[in-house]
């Protein structure tokens, strides 16, 4: 409707109108485009969005109440929770190591680091539970997936780092900062935007995350919901199951989003000499 108001608007204008806004038709057309790739990539969440309102109340709160889905419920939290931190943990301290000490050969390990994005979860997966079947569990399955997305915390972090003025540090270690407290209390804020968008990347993998889990033989909601498919064909269970790991993304953007806050960081000055004092 909002696309066909504009075009209406546009075409009812007078001749002289156009000679003005000579970029008026590059506007709409753009305009066009961009609503035709939104309307086609929410189609999917449409579809569940109606089919979930269609299913009676009471069937939807039976459903939704059973232990089962509890259990789902709580393995999907806590693998979120834990690969989220795991992950962050392991980026942050890669990139710190990479960019802020004497580790020999920085471009090689910076290579090597980036390297799991280029392998998929599942063929992670695959190799850690054809190597041991211990992997098999909730602690397993954390290290797979941590292992398998924590460089979307580490090159953002990598980027924040480089771009930090270092003098903050020496700053701090001056006025008698320990490495650990100068590390929490001054740089973790200052890169902590970029930490934290990765860290939401990582969880929105983790909750579309399938292939590794199935290998890893740990439940959640996505594997639940491939179940609930095949078992109904295209069931009303399904369907509440992926409108709840809707609920889930929709959820962890906002959660971000509060993390995040209105902080903003600037850098003053580019390529600052330190100051020499007596």
Known sequence: FLLVAVIGSYMSRPAD????ASTLPTNVYELLAAGVITG??????????????????????DFLWRPRVGELLWN??????????LSAAIGVGS???VVRTDLPRPGLWHGLLCAPLAVPAFVN???????????QSFPGAVLVVSLSYYPLVYLPSVAALRRLDSSVEDVAAGLGRRPLSTFLRVVLPA??????GGSLLVGLHLLGEYGALQLLNYPTL?????AQYRSTFNGPEATLLALVLVVFCLLLLLLELVLRGRRRHARLA?????????
């Open 95 to 97: 990139a710190w190591l």
């Open 76 to 85: 999907t939290t806590r693998l979120l929770v834990c690969g989220v931190l």
């Open 125 to 135: 997966g695959y190799g850690w539970v054809s190597l041991t079947h211990a992997v």
């Open 17 to 20: 109108a156009f000679a003005v």
């Open 191 to 196: 890169i902590s935007p970029a930490v934290l």
């Open 40 to 61: 086609i990539s929410l189609l999917p969440l449409g579809y569940v969005v109606v089919s979930a309102a269609q299913v009676p109340p009471g069937e939807a709160l």
């Open 270 to 278: 580019r390529d600052v000499d330190h100051l020499q004092v007596a």
């Open 222 to 226: 996505t594997t639940a919901i491939l």
